[in-house]
């Protein structure tokens, strides 16, 4: 259906791109759990009890590695690009050592979460090719 619409010509490579190495994290992180999928900071709450506590959850299947890049694309807003890219490096670098997960895994999460995120807004008139292209980059790094 992407490929078949005029206004998706520039997103469909990325689209590809993602789609492809999501099978590839896939196959190497396939144990399926219940992930909450739109896990950032404001489904992230602290009780009375002086606890956290996630709500709001989507409830998609898929392996752990996936559920983490949705908390990263909140620094997409609101800094410059130099400052998301420091931000954005060292929030891969804590979580890769808090949760054991490659960087490069984080990584790519990452790019197709923005890619995916993107072409979602996209269905309501609001797509940002340059977050697609920075998170590209950043793989990349």
């Known amino acids: 259906m992407v490929n ?3 206004d998706c010509k520039e997103r469909l490579p990325h689209i590809l791109k993602a789609q492809e190495i999501y099978t590839s994290i896939a196959a190497i992180y396939n144990q399926e759990l219940l992930l909450h999928g739109d896990l950032q900071n404001h489904n992230i709450i ?3 009890n002086g ?3 996630i709500i ?3 409830g998609r299947v898929g392996a752990h590695v996936f559920d983490v890049p949705r908390y990263i694309l909140q620094e997409h807003y609101n800094s410059t690009l130099e400052e998301r890219f420091d931000k954005i490096n060292y929030i891969i670098t804590y979580l890769e050592k808090s949760l054991n997960v ?3 895994i984080i990584r ?3 790019y197709i979460e923005t890619t995916a995120f993107e072409c979602w807004c996209a269905s309501v008139g609001d797509y940002n090719m340059d977050k ?3 998170a590209e980059k950043l793989m990349r790094s």
């Open 108 to 110: 790519k999460c990452h």
């Open 46 to 48: 602290l009780r009375k």
């Open 102 to 104: 490659p960087n490069d």
């Open 132 to 134: 697609v292209i920075f």
């Open 4 to 6: 078949k619409r005029a």
């Open 51 to 53: 606890k956290y506590a």
């Open 56 to 58: 709001d959850p989507q």
